[in-house]
Structures are given as C-alpha cells and as structure tokens.
C-alpha cells in the first residue's frame, strides 16, 4: 500500500485537510514531534469527531533531553502511546533512550531545538563549520556526554 505524503507546515489546518480528504478511515503522521500544538489538537477531534483513526509516529525527547512541544502535547491527547519495538541501544548496549547534538564531536545541550545533522556515521558534513551529528546514548552516557570510542 502507497499514497502519497503531505509536508506539513505549521499553518496547515490537519482538520480541514481531513474533511477536504474525505471519505478518509485512517492517517498516518510521521515526525509529529514537529507538530504544533493546534495541530495535535486537530489530530484529537479528528479521532473524535470524524470516526478516523490516526497513528503518530515520532522521537519522545530533543537533544536536550526535553520532550519536544508536539511529543508533549501527543502525550496529553493520545488514547494510547508505546514506544517502538525495534529498541535503539546506546554504544554501551544499555537502552538509548536520548538522541544527543554532537557538535564537533562533543555532545551539547543548549541550542535551537531544529538543527539538522547527519545521523548516518561519524564522519559529520558540516554545517556553517560546525560537524553536527545526532547519537544515541543511554541516559547515563547522554548526560555525562560519553561517546565511546
Ligand atoms: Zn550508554
């Protein structure tokens, strides 16, 4: 099964977008973490008021540790939430549980909460001079900044 994908901006109306999709059975949000709070709240009456069933799909916490504005607001809303069966593991095999900023090879925790990175190898492109990377890491080595070796 295939359809294609709707970049959502922030001033995209998610309940108009449904009605105008109509009929519709379910939607499928990735990278809801991003979403605005109005838009999470669209995705809630959409459940309850249009019968749809909507499936989010996104990272709990930003490189801070901190839940992401759309995460915190899906949280709150959401009739279930579980975390994906594929567990990331940190390098020291413990569970990763944080996606950690790597910039120039060292794990930061102030910035914009949007920078994008590479999250592919080690070997960072970087950007405006700075190698920025995201890692896993267990809590323990996020926030002690342990990277391994
Ligand atoms: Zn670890």
């Given at each position: 099964m295939a359809a294609p994908a709707i970049e959502v901006t922030p001033d995209l109306d998610l309940y108009r977008l449904a009605t105008d999709s109509w009929p519709l059975h379910y939607i499928v949000c990735d990278?809801?973490?991003?979403?605005t709070k109005a838009q999470c709240e669209d995705l809630a009456r959409i459940v309850d008021d249009l019968d749809v069933d909507v499936f989010a799909f996104g990272l709990l916490t930003d490189f801070r540790g901190e839940l992401f504005d759309g995460t915190k607001r899906m949280l709150e809303l959401a009739d279930e939430h579980s975390p994906l069966q594929v567990e990331a593991r940190c390098w020291c095999g413990a569970r990763a549980t944080h996606n950690a900023r790597v910039v120039n090879g060292g794990v930061v925790y102030?910035?914009?909460?949007v920078m994008v990175g590479d999250t592919?190898?080690?070997d960072a492109q970087p950007l405006f001079g700075d190698s920025v990377r995201y890692e896993l890491l267990c809590r323990n080595h996020f926030r002690t900044g342990d990277l391994g070796t």
């Open positions: 990278e809801v973490q991003f979403y102030e910035g914009d909460t592919r190898d080690s």
